[in-house]
């Protein structure tokens, strides 16, 4: 009957041998009826664990702790190694005594309960797991019942709004009410979508109030439990921080969008702007407008007051334009001392939309006039601004910001302080000086342009010098003066190589002419632009052209204008005596005309000067030209300077310059300019 027993039944005697065990026991302990009765009752050859795995001693058998108590044993679990696998059982055991309470026997019973150890076993392995991850994470669980309208907030979800602990908020409605404002109404409708719906993931982004005042970002993700009609029951879910990714997002959108220095938008954010600008006006048919400002003689304020200077009006210009706009307006900082604004929705018609332009940058100028501080001391400065007006239609964004920048260099043009509007004279005009300069980059390829010498001689009327003049010979032979391309060449950045080219073209000739017996004695003096005295590079192209060409260094004189010395005199004044160190001569040209100061006639190595032209030629007719070249003359004799005087084209003034003491005379009475071949056939023989 025993064996039917859906249990485990084994009978101890009171001593504690096994006398009987029923088939299931057998079966559950791994061993046969001859094996149990053998057992002695002592423990040994048995080997149980406790619910814990660790072994289960002798004495806490379930036998003998009812031999050794007397009393029932109930529940207990122990494992059981049976073929290298651990099988549990659920153990309950108890005395049976006689009238006499006098123990018979011991029952010891036992279910298998392995099932339930293992899937306990595997709950406990998932709590720890789930423990030790919500231990390491930052974000923070939470619970919502549905049916009940309870919610579960956990430490980590008060902690991240600077709580100890619930203070008053741990309520269902107690994550309402730290929500921002302006969230609420999006939340509510994507709750209100979400829980009729079929879906069970929750995502979304909204704002709780910090314990401090200010909002924390929290990215919200749960699941949504649904009973079988699908009813939504609980959501369940974790709350993350944003607060440092969206600080890392914005610095990324700054350094993406935003002009380092000012904090204005940048071109590449611009140039997105200005598309919407142009998709609106098209759809409204409202013009708008580009303003393009470019502050005036910024350059001199930074070389002379150093770039920190700079940089603060900048910043300053920035925040003012930032005033003065409106906060729909686009506002960015190209770069360096340009800006532009995009104003936007100003009027239907042509006439309207420029009144509203020009109402603007009246009060942009204005605003931009009054003094500024830099440092210590009150700054006044002034911008130009080119305006172009736009509809949306046919126009590229980066023909628009064309537009405005001719706009602009006309407003400078003009005298600055000003502004002016694009018109299509503008653009052809620019086209020229596109087509121009590439003909001149073309020109310098094929060698067109050409050399001219004008004589010098002294007072007894004997050569001593020439200057070497360019001219361009276009291919459709027409001869173009350098007062055509000279300064277009400055502008357009080829004065460095037209230099280059003149200097190399006159070491050439002085090469040829050293061995003549009239010409190896000629001075050959070579203008000098003050971008070729800028450049760094120059006195070592020099020094390379001398040696390669073999021209005497001593016969070659650059010519240079009072204008180089108005700015990093410091590092012109190295390279003019890196220059001198090669044995190469300089003369001070126009003397007297510009940035004039004795001082650095003494600083610099100067060989010679050059009195202008405009004070020979008044020469007799104004009293006054006489006294300053009488005293440019003397000035050179006590600085042991020659002196050479240019534009002589009557025979008083060449009088006059040889009493006075020159030491050498140029000028179309004495010599017009001519092609080098002509003037080494004739000066030559």
């Given at each position: ?180 404002p302006d969230d609420a109404a999006t939340v509510r409708a994507y709750v209100d979508d979400l829980l009729p719906s079929a879906r069970d993931g929750v995502s979304l982004e909204f704002r709780l109030r910090h314990r401090d005042g200010h909002y924390v970002p929290v990215l919200v993700r749960g699941y949504v439990s649904r009973d079988p009609s699908g009813r939504a029951l609980r959501i369940s879910g974790v709350n993350t921080d944003l607060t440092e990714r969206k600080q ?438």
């Open positions: 009957m025993h064996d039917h027993l859906p249990a485990g039944v084994v009978v101890h005697a009171p001593d504690g041998r096994i006398i009987f065990a029923n088939r299931l026991a057998r079966e559950l302990l791994g061993r046969s009826e001859e094996q149990l009765l053998r057992t002695e009752p002592g423990g040994d050859g048995w080997t149980f664990l406790r619910a814990d795995g660790s072994p289960l001693p002798p004495e806490a058998f379930p036998v003998n702790v009812v031999l050794r108590t007397g009393r029932p044993l109930a529940d207990l679990v122990a494992g059981v190694r049976v073929k290298d696998t651990t099988r549990w059982l659920l153990c309950n055991a108890y005395p049976e005594y006689d009238g006499a309470a006098v123990l018979q026997q011991i029952v010891v019973c036992f279910t298998d309960c392995t099932a339930l150890k293992t899937i306990q076993q595997s709950l406990e392995k998932s709590e720890e797991r789930l423990h030790l991850v919500l231990k390491g994470s930052t974000d923070a669980p939470w619970d919502w019942n549905l049916i009940s309208g309870e919610v579960y907030y956990s430490e980590r979800w008060w902690s991240m709004l600077g709580y100890r602990g619930d203070e008053g908020y741990a309520d269902p409605d107690g994550w309402r009410r730290l929500m921002h890392i997002e914005r610095r990324l959108y700054e350094l993406a969008y935003c002009d380092q220095l000012t904090g204005l938008r940048n071109r590449r954010f611009l140039m997105e702007e200005l598309q919407h600008a142009l998709a609106r006006s098209q759809r409204s048919g409202r013009l708008g407008a580009l303003l393009y400002l470019d502050l005036d003689n910024f350059k001199l304020l930074n070389d002379t007051m150093g770039h920190d200077m700079g940089d603060s009006l900048l910043v300053q210009v920035a925040r003012r334009l930032r005033c003065t706009v409106r906060h729909s307006d686009g506002l960015a900082r190209l770069g360096g001392d340009e800006f532009v604004v995009v104003l936007d929705d100003l009027a239907s018609s042509l006439h309207g939309a420029a009144t509203e332009a020009e109402r603007v940058v009246a009060k942009i100028l204005a605003v931009l006039g009054q003094p500024y501080q830099l440092d210590s001391f009150a700054f006044k400065n002034t911008a130009s601004i080119g305006i172009t007006l736009f509809d949306g239609t046919a126009v590229s964004i980066e023909t628009l910001l064309k537009q405005a920048d001719l706009a602009m260099y006309s407003a400078k043009e003009e005298g600055r302080n000003g502004a002016r509007f694009f018109d299509p004279s503008m653009q052809q005009a620019a086209d020229q000086r596109a087509a121009f300069e590439a003909a001149m980059v073309n020109g310098l390829s094929l060698g067109e342009f050409r050399l001219f010498c004008q004589p010098q001689f002294d007072s007894q009327g004997q050569l001593v010098g020439a200057e070497v003049l360019v001219r361009w010979q276009r291919g459709d032979g027409d001869l173009i003066g350098p007062d055509r391309f000279i300064g277009f060449a400055e502008e357009c950045g080829l004065i460095l190589p037209l230099g280059e080219y003149v200097l190399k073209e006159s070491c050439r000739v002085l090469a040829r002419w050293k061995d003549s017996p009239l010409l190896g004695r000629v001075k050959l003096a070579v203008n000098v632009s003050v971008h070729q005295m800028r450049d760094p590079r120059f006195p070592r192209t020099v020094a390379d052209v001398l040696e390669r060409t073999g021209a005497p260094a001593e016969r070659l004189y650059l010519e240079l204008t009072e204008s180089v010395f108005a700015e990093n005199m410091d590092e012109i004044t190295e390279r003019m005596h890196a220059i001198r160190a090669g044995g190469v001569y300089f003369s001070l040209d126009d003397f007297g005309t510009g940035y004039s100061s004795l001082a650095y006639l003494r600083r610099f190595p100067l060989a010679a000067l050059k009195i202008d032209r405009s004070f020979v030629r008044d020469v007799g007719g104004v009293p006054d030209s006489a006294s300053i070249v009488e005293a440019i003359i003397a000035l050179g004799r006590k600085l042991d300077l020659e002196i050479v005087a240019e534009g002589v084209e009557h025979e008083a003034q060449r009088s006059f310059l040889i009493r006075g003491g020159c030491s050498a005379l140029q000028g179309y009475l004495l010599g017009r300019p001519l092609p080098i071949a002509e003037f080494e056939r004739i000066y030559g023989a």
